[in-house]
């Protein structure tokens, strides 16, 4: 039995068109992903800064609220010791009349820890708002990072099938940056606890 020298070459020419078609897939699906990569990248950064500036205002709030507590503290004791002294007074209206004020000076500090306490809340709550879209694009960033490397390899091997396994990654990172981009409540648990988050 001989071999035609013409069926070899159409063999070859049919594995290297099909070889072709498949990097072209993969170059094509490469782009796609970098160019997704890249948006996200960027609005992952306006989040990790909108994360540093709550976190920043739930520290200070919370600061604030702390040191209101403590004037607070101070007020209700001075008034305390001012009616212990008006017991002893001769006249005991002046050191009463302090005391009401300090005790009213308490009360507005209360106030105002209250609402810097809530102020703290407030902003511990935005932050992880955003800590949740911050985890979304790291969990995105990650698997469409493994999923270029996946269709590297397959461009080299030239494996179809490579290209498909690389897909399952490519589609989760996907899902996974838009609800970043658009504030879907995604979170795969299971995976961030994987990862370490």
Request: proline residues 3%; contains cysteine; hydrophobic residues 45%.
């Amino acid at each position: 039995m001989s071999i035609d020298p013409l069926d070899v070459a159409t063999e070859n020419d049919d594995q290297k068109e099909r070889n072709s078609r498949l990097n072209a897939m993969v170059a094509v699906s490469i782009a796609i992903i970098a160019t997704f990569m890249g948006i996200c990248n960027v609005k992952d950064g306006n989040i990790v800064q909108a994360m540093q500036m709550a976190q920043v205002d739930r520290n200070d709030q919370w600061a604030f609220g702390q040191s209101k507590s403590i004037k607070s503290k101070i007020f209700e004791t001075t008034a305390a010791r001012l009616e212990i002294d008006a017991r002893t007074s001769s006249d005991p209206r002046p050191l009463l009349a302090l005391a009401r004020e300090y005790r009213a000076k308490a009360a507005a500090e209360e106030k105002d820890k209250e609402t810097a306490f809530d102020a703290a809340k407030t902003a511990a709550k935005s932050y992880d708002d955003w800590n949740l879209r911050d985890d979304q694009f790291d969990m995105s960033e990650s698997a469409l990072s493994l999923a270029i490397s996946l269709f590297a390899i397959t461009a080299l091997t030239h494996k179809r099938w490579l290209y498909f396994v690389g897909v399952v990654p490519s589609v989760f990172g996907i899902i996974l940056g838009l609800a970043g981009l658009f504030g879907w409540g995604i979170h795969p648990d299971a995976f961030a606890k994987f990862l370490g988050t």
